[in-house]
Antibody
């Protein structure tokens, strides 16, 4: 059974940093690209970042480029999102999502972790 | 990259069919057969319902179907049930992003 479990969310001041983790199980992690998707309170879904299975290719939404860094540890089956220079508008539930092979779709999602940026 | 346009709300009675639209451009919905649909119940993670325009993952009811014409994709729910009440989001591959989501549609079962 595929499982994705996010952690690391919390309250942080504007300008601060936070690192999110996503522990994966139930599939061969290195074979799959992974993504972060966020959802501000009461708002819609927003794609944030993607990383290839090997970790050699990364992609970012314009809203986070230069501030967020996606990475993965395939030996630990874990996905990360390092978030720096956080802003109030980064407040959201952050989901990790597994990309389906051969398709631009997310077939499994974690339960999400809440990041609140506030003074 | 602007969000894909969905109606804010759609409603229907049990047993009826409803259709949710998702309008983009030739750079996303119209240019690729990579439209997906997700269902999200309050406080829960999204769940994949349709991928690649009209494919259902294993375990998803065949009451859910997808289609596309030009720059607009559609999700149809037939035989509407109380459990279908949720928010629905479309997404598409896009030449610039690589992903863009729709604005979301709240489905109400009357």
């Amino acid at each position: 059974e595929v499982q994705l479990v996010e952690s690391g969310g919390g309250l942080v001041q504007p300008g601060g940093s936070l690192r999110l983790s996503c522990a994966a199980s139930g599939f061969t992690f290195i074979n799959y690209a992974m993504n972060w998707v966020r959802q501000a309170p009461g708002k819609g879904l927003e794609w944030v970042s993607a990383i290839s299975g090997s970790g050699s290719s990364t992609y970012y939404a314009a809203s986070v480029k230069g501030r967020f860094t996606i990475s993965r540890d395939n030996s630990q089956n874990t996905l990360y999102l390092q978030m720096n220079s956080l802003r109030a508008e980064d407040t959201a539930v952050y989901y990790c999502a597994k990309k389906r092979i051969g398709s631009y779709t997310f077939d499994y999602w974690g339960q999400g972790t809440l990041v609140t940026v506030s003074s | 990259q602007s969000a894909l346009t969905q109606p804010a709300s759609v409603s229907g009675s049990p047993g009826q069919s409803i259709t949710i639209s998702c309008t983009g451009t030739s750079s996303d919905v119209g240019g690729y057969n990579s439209v997906s649909w997700y269902q999200q119940h309050p406080g829960k993670a999204p769940k994949l319902m349709i991928y690649d325009v009209n494919n259902r993952p294993s375990g998803v009811s065949n009451r859910f179907s997808g289609s596309k014409s030009g720059n607009t994709a559609s999700l149809t729910i037939s035989g509407l049930q109380a459990e279908d009440e949720a928010d629905y989001y479309c997404s598409s591959y896009t030449s610039s992003s690589p992903y863009v989501f729709g604005t979301g549609t709240k489905v109400t079962v009357l």
